[in-house]
């Protein structure tokens, strides 16, 4: 489409322009996105998500589709694109400060997506956060629609962020 075209052109110009590396986020790196200028060794940026791939901490990364996974309630053995669900994911951490994002990753059935059940069943969220884990403060995803009790009880934040800007969105 049109948009996408834009965007991998802007891409090239700014790679070439800026001399620039791009390069794909791998889930499970925590050497991808880092400061430029007087770096502190205390922040660090782990990968968590990106497209249906979830990495877990512990030994060696190493990525896990999400509909393998046991929380997964997808019966689709194609399901169609959505966006949302291929919402990056990753947690930010400074000393002992733990900070979640996770875009527009979900969870389960959303009454506005019932013309594409095939999508609606595939959990994203439930696998983030169990492979994220206990956070200090987490932005919700996709605008807190369908947040889980499991997904809060998984990250046991401190401090929620909320964002909305719509009407139809809480």
């Known amino acids: 489409d049109r948009a996408t075209s834009n965007y991998i052109s802007f891409v090239e110009a700014m790679e070439k322009k800026r001399n620039m590396s791009i390069e794909r986020f791998e889930p499970g790196r925590t050497d991808q996105i880092a400061q430029l200028r007087a770096p502190l060794d205390s922040v660090r940026v782990r990968n968590v998500k990106r497209d249906l791939e979830v990495s877990f901490a512990g030994a060696a990364p190493r990525p896990v589709s999400v509909r393998d996974d046991a929380v997964s309630s ?3 053995s194609q399901p169609r694109f959505d ?3 291929m919402s990056l ?3 930010v951490e400074y000393a ?3 900070y979640y994002t996770g875009g ?3 969870h389960g059935t959303h009454a ?4 594409r059940l095939d999508w609606t069943d595939l959990d994203t969220a439930t696998p983030v956060a169990r492979a994220v884990g206990r956070v200090d403060v987490a932005k919700l995803n996709h605008h ?3 947040t889980p009790v499991a997904f809060l009880r998984e990250l046991r934040p401190s401090v929620v962020v909320l964002p909305a800007w719509n009407s139809d969105q809480p």
């Open 74 to 76: 997808s019966t689709a």
């Open 83 to 85: 966006e949302n669900r």
């Open 89 to 91: 994911a990753m947690v």
């Open 96 to 98: 002992d400060f733990r």
């Open 104 to 106: 527009d990753n979900q």
């Open 112 to 115: 506005h997506l019932k013309d």
């Open 144 to 146: 807190s629609h369908g």
